[in-house]
């Protein structure tokens, strides 16, 4: 069974960062999509970043510039870096990966992390 658990979630202040890790059960395929979502109370999923197996990533208008997100196989790990973080940020981020991850092949999601940025 295949699990991603995401970590890194907190209370910062605006204009502070922070750093998201989504950890997978098994190795993420070469060829796996991974992105990060989110989620505000009363609002629908947002896709904030997106990287392919080979690298290619994509982030929407709302975070181009201050969010990265990253891959580190050694570790079956997915990251996203986010600066400058603003009030509207906060939001639940979920880490997805479409693919292969260990021998099981799928659409697999972490429970998520809570992001709050406040002062």
């Known amino acids: 069974q295949v699990q991603l658990v995401e970590s890194g979630g907190g209370l910062v202040q605006p204009g502070g960062s922070l750093r998201l890790s989504c950890a997978a059960s098994?190795?993420?395929?070469?060829?796996?999509?991974t992105d990060w979502y989110r989620q505000a109370p009363g609002k629908q999923r947002e896709l904030v970043a997106t990287?392919?197996?080979?690298?290619?990533?994509n982030y929407p208008d709302s975070v181009k510039g201050r969010f990265t997100i990253s891959r580190e196989n050694a570790k079956n790990t997915v990251y996203l870096q986010m600066n400058s973080l603003k009030p509207e940020d906060t939001a639940v981020y979920l880490c997805?990966?479409?693919?292969?991850?260990?021998?099981?092949?799928?659409?697999?999601w972490g429970q998520g992390t809570q992001v709050t940025v406040s002062s």
């Open positions: 990287i392919t197996g080979n690298g290619i990533t």
């Open positions: 098994g190795s993420i395929g070469s060829s796996a999509v």
């Open positions: 997805n990966i479409r693919g292969n991850v260990g021998k099981n092949v799928g659409d697999y």
